[in-house]
């Protein structure tokens, strides 16, 4: 049932005016939920923002969730979810995500959108960021606001989306795409990565850590959803990299070789790649450099280390290895991403 003070009914007041009364304190995310929607994925955005506190632990997100007309909405369980809030709840947003959600169940056969959640889209304000979970990457597609950017969504729905959507750049090995306004998601947990990653975006990696250690989950993980496709599992546990890899993220400022690794696996260097390939979904050198790029983005945005010695620490060697990584990675060199990602000391009173 819509809510007695959703805009257009100006009867009472309620939660949605005390988020307009304090646009000045906190960050204002609108959760669309439709039809079919995932619970758990409908969860992640309140759990996540929510515990992104500021150093005196104050609020800095509300989140607010809403569905087309009020209405309660079915989940793809076996239950239902009450909303309070009808779709005039995305004008207020500074952040939208639309929670996952079966595409079949809002697509058209075409692969455009129903009029009234297309009418409801066109309600977000120009300014506001959009963040797609898993599978709503294929609302975001059909409304057109994908268009030849980059994205991504759940590794087992890609061929279709590419079928439906050729003009997005979709790439399904990664956790997010974000494109600065319009965000995307993999599948199902990578949702939480991407809420944390806004959190850092907005308000640096102390307040990210903070919120990840608050929800028990990893503020980074390694690797994309490549990892997550259907594998070969290994049969035996003592063939598996997993030990060689925790050895060599101890070790990651040495010069470690593929026959280092392979050496430390007690296994030939062509087995331990084929290895190392099904149980990680990239070869060993690829991993390597991903983990020193990790370890370099996390001193960039905690330590206050001289770029040298961070190429040295991370096991580049030289800031100008550094560099080259980095801004193949993410698209910025190492000055420009401590700048963005590492709040300045407040200046003395």
């Keep these: 049932m819509a809510s007695s003070w959703a805009v257009g009914n100006r009867a009472t007041s309620g939660p949605l005016d005390m988020v307009r009364n304090n646009r000045a304190m906190v960050h204002r995310v609108v959760v669309l939920a439709l039809d079919d929607v995932v619970p758990f994925d409908l ?15 104050e609020v800095l997100y509300q989140v607010v969730t809403c569905s087309i007309g009020g209405r309660p909405v079915r989940t793809n369980a076996d239950f239902s979810v009450a909303v309070d809030h009808d779709e005039h709840a995305l004008s207020t947003a500074d952040t939208v995500v639309l929670a996952t959600v079966e595409p079949t169940s809002v697509l058209l056969r075409d692969g455009t959108l129903p009029p009234e959640i297309r009418h409801a889209l066109l309600l977000i304000p120009e300014q506001a960021r959009i963040l797609s979970l898993c599978t709503s990457a294929f609302v975001l597609a059909a409304a057109g606001l994908l268009d030849g950017l980059g994205a991504t969504t759940h590794w087992g729905t890609a061929d279709e989306f590419r079928r439906l959507f050729p003009h997005v750049r979709l790439n399904p090995d990664v956790l997010f795409a974000d494109n600065g306004r319009v965000i995307s998601s993999a599948g199902a947990a990578a949702g939480i990565d991407t809420c944390l990653h806004l959190v850092r975006r907005d308000h640096g990696a102390s307040v990210a850590n903070a919120a990840a250690r608050r929800c028990v ?28 890899r925790q050895w060599a993220l101890n070790r990651l400022d040495q010069p470690l070789t593929l026959a280092d690794l392979a050496a430390h696996a007690t296994m030939s260097v062509r087995t331990f790649s084929r290895r190392f390939r099904e149980e990680t979904g990239v070869s060993a050198n690829q991993w390597l450099i991903q983990q020193r790029v990790d370890l370099a983005r996390h001193l960039l945005e905690v330590s206050d280390l001289p770029i040298d010695r961070i190429a040295t620490e991370v096991g580049f060697g030289s800031a100008t290895l550094l560099r080259k990584h980095l801004h193949t990675v993410l698209g910025v060199t190492p000055t420009n991403y401590r700048r963005t990602f590492k709040a300045p000391l407040p200046s003395p009173v």
């Design 217 to 244: 989950v990893a503020p980074w993980r390694e690797g994309g959803q490549a990892q997550f496709i259907d594998r070969p599992v290994p049969q035996h546990e003592d063939s598996s990299t997993t030990a060689t």
């Design 43 to 57: 969860g992640i955005p309140a759990r996540v923002f929510h515990d992104a506190l500021g150093p005196n632990r």
